[in-house]
């Protein structure tokens, strides 16, 4: 099946600083979402971007499909940034698949 | 925005009793899913449903688990006979038609503690 790996698997910023998280998958795709978990457990759509690039205020996320990859763009990191960042890809039909995550955590 | 509903937000039970976890997708969605989510770990796909009838399972759904929507609005997973390894974050999802049959929004999910 589809590998996604995201990377880095773990980060800590200082807040207000900028970050670049990245997510690889093994095959092409026709969809690509970014979700935030946040410290609740709840998970919640950034990104719909199966190519190109969309900004929703201090977030950004480009993909790449022709390269297999997505980054996504926290500028001016705040504390409720904090929680894990998923890339999902589907396989086959409206599936999808989850890479690992970042869990990402902003200090004050 | 149209949200998917869920519930309960968190439920406790003993091994080998029965769950039921409600779901309210978005009105005009046609897809329908079920996700887990063991603590510390990968979100992963379980179920998916289209038109009354389970379109895609992966390994994970065996025969204690199970699917219905039964009236119009409401979405269920049910597991027959709980397990302590059932403990996990269970969250549903639903998506519209054509181009928007891509787009999963999920809800805030339900957990699950099996004790």
């Known amino acids: 099946g589809i590998q996604v790996e995201q990377s880095p698997p773990d980060l800590i910023l200082q807040e207000g600083a900028n970050s670049t998280l990245r997510c690889n998958f093994s095959d092409s795709v026709n969809n690509l979402q970014w979700f935030h978990q946040n410290p609740w457990g709840q998970l919640i759509n950034l990104f719909y971007i199966p190519s190109g690039t969309k900004q929703n205020g201090r977030l950004s996320a480009t993909t790449v499909a022709t390269e297999r990859y997505s980054l996504l763009y926290i500028s001016s990191s705040q504390t409720t940034d904090s929680g894990v960042y998923f890339c999902a890809v589907p396989p086959a039909g409206n599936m999808l698949t989850f890479g690992g995550g970042t869990r990402l955590m902003v200090k004050p | 925005e149209p949200e998917v509903t869920q519930t309960p937000s968190h439920q406790v039970t003993q091994m080998g009793q029965e769950v039921i976890l409600r779901c309210v997708p978005i009105s005009n969605h046609l897809y329908f899913y079920w996700y887990r989510q063991i603590l510390g770990q990968k979100v992963e796909f379980l179920v998916s449903f289209y038109n009354n009838e389970i379109s895609e399972k992966s390994e994970i759904f065996d025969d204690q688990f199970s699917v219905e929507r039964p009236d119009g609005s409401n979405f269920t997973l049910k597991i027959r006979s709980t397990k302590l390894e059932d403990s996990a974050m269970y969250f549903c999802?639903?998506?519209?038609?054509?181009?928007?049959?891509?787009?999963?929004?999920f809800g805030a999910g339900s957990r699950l503690t099996v004790l």
């Open positions: 999802a639903s998506s519209g038609q054509g181009p928007g049959a891509n787009v999963l929004t």
